[in-house]
């Protein structure tokens, strides 16, 4: 199985960016799509955007369409999440997940990252 690290978390005022990475080892990247999760303290863990193999395919949560973007470099072995347009309740934990072959429907993924802390300060 894939390996994964998060990284580029930190705090930012609202309004502001930042660019989460999820980087992976240990496996052939380009044969895995990954997705975003966060959870924020005392909330379940929730979906946040994915992209298949190629990238060629996206999806994202409600409340962050048009405000986060989802991109790969399978060159990079990365995957990326831009955060613009931040807001207080985008603060959480992210964690980027890596599952082999297809998008799932669910959050069924094969591996997990620890985690990224994201703070928006209002």
């Known amino acids: 199985q894939v390996q994964l690290v998060e990284s580029g978390g930190g705090l930012v005022q609202a309004g502001g960016s930042l660019r989460l990475s999820c980087a992976a080892s240990g496996g052939t990247f380009s044969n895995y799509a990954v997705g975003w999760f966060r959870q924020a303290p005392g909330k379940e863990r929730e979906f946040v955007a994915a992209?298949?193999?190629?990238?060629?395919?996206?999806s994202s949560a409600d409340s962050v369409k048009g405000r986060f973007t989802i991109s790969r470099d399978n060159a990079k072995n990365t995957v990326y999440l831009q955060m613009n347009s931040l807001k207080p309740e985008d603060t959480a934990v992210y964690y980027c997940?890596?599952?082999?072959?297809?998008?799932?429907?669910?959050?069924?993924?094969?591996?997990w990252g620890q985690g990224t802390q994201v703070t928006v300060s209002s």
């Open positions: 997940a890596a599952k082999w072959g297809l998008v799932p429907s669910t959050n069924d993924y094969d591996s």
């Open positions: 992209i298949s193999r190629s990238g060629g395919y996206t």
